[in-house]
């Protein structure tokens, strides 16, 4: 059976110690391209030589707080010393090695171990990454590594800040879909939209072009071309995926025509402007009545003197006649 390490190791880091085992190994190539006169793949079982039939990657599954264990094997049949580096890349990033750079003597292989710590707040799922290797003096290898973050698993999607504006003929659904969860998802949209009469858009669902990782958001937009003129539309989105995850979000869209809009505008102006016009009328006309009115007033006033101005008037012409006396 493939040897398959799984094993929880108590401690953070393995002691740094590389196990040379002098052999004229000759170890499969890993799953990149063969670097010239050593190879490195994962070491099997009971320090034999690494086989065609033996693993061609890494695979460690534990829950978060785990620190996991496995081997490198890196072969050396030339008649040269090789020194090679290692690092890890992906969640290869969670490695230990016991040492990051190996000498291996000639016709010997080397038994690299390493621990992977899974963190405390990792989410479980499914991780990638790979162990590199790299020569000083040429030759490059990467032996792929597949962790499985165990835990439970949930599967959530949301459809968060819906909008429709029109542009032309068109309109432009915009919306940002979330992955909520803790699994990678692969969303599938369906959009619908019922104005007043009844449906007016029927899209059926489609898979997202890329994955979602968890705990990421991704703006999005769909094309509606050929939305009605004059209506009020109640646009609705759906996304599904794996596991039960499902979301749905609404947005309002209301369509009318420049004309409508502008014809009430105009009808407003007119109106508008006719009422100054008749209060302007009628302040023009108060005016002028009442002037007339003063100007009535003032002709009776010099016409018709009082009763007691006309006798005072005669009486003073009778004084200064000639028979009048001193």
């Known amino acids: 059976m493939p040897f398959r390490p799984r094993t929880a190791v108590s401690g953070a880091v393995l002691a740094a110690a590389v196990l040379l085992c002098p052999a004229a190994a000759a170890a499969r190539p890993a799953a990149a391209q063969a670097p010239p006169g050593w190879s490195a793949a994962p070491a099997p079982g009971a320090g034999a030589a690494p086989r065609a039939q033996d693993r061609p990657f890494f695979y460690l599954e534990g829950a978060p707080g785990t620190v996991l264990a496995d081997r490198l094997s890196l072969s050396n049949p030339t008649g040269r010393t090789v020194a090679v580096r290692l690092r890890g890349s992906g969640a290869g990033a969670w490695l230990t090695l016991a040492s990051k750079e190996v000498r291996i003597p000639p ?93 007016v858009l029927r899209r059926a669902a489609r898979t997202l072009p890329s994955a979602l990782a968890p705990g990421r958001a991704v703006d999005l937009t769909e094309t509606w071309h050929g939305p009605p003129a004059l209506d009020a539309v109640e646009v609705r989105l759906t996304a599904t995926a794996a596991g039960g995850a499902h979301g749905a979000a609404t947005a309002s869209y209301i369509a009318v025509p420049w004309g409508v809009l502008a014809a009430p505008a105009l009808l407003l102006a007119v109106g508008a402007g006719g009422l100054v016009a008749v209060r302007r009328r009628r302040r023009g006309a108060g005016r002028g009545g009442a002037r007339g009115e003063q100007a009535a007033q003032g002709t009776d006033g010099g016409a018709r003197p009082s009763g007691d101005g006309a006798a005072d008037g005669a009486a003073e012409l009778a004084g200064t006649g000639p028979g009048a006396r001193g």
């Open 107 to 199: 016709r010997t292989r080397a038994s690299v171990p390493f621990t992977v710590t899974v963190p405390r707040d990792a989410v479980p799922g499914d991780r990638s990454g790979a162990l590199l290797a790299t020569g000083q003096t040429g030759g490059r290898a990467a032996v792929p590594l597949h962790l499985r973050v165990t835990g439970p698993v949930l599967s959530a999607l949301t459809v968060e800040k819906v909008s429709v504006r029109g542009a032309g003929g068109s309109a432009v659904i915009r919306f940002t879909l979330v992955n909520r969860g803790n699994t990678v998802l692969r969303p599938r949209i369906a959009v619908r939209a019922d104005g007043l009469f009844g449906p």
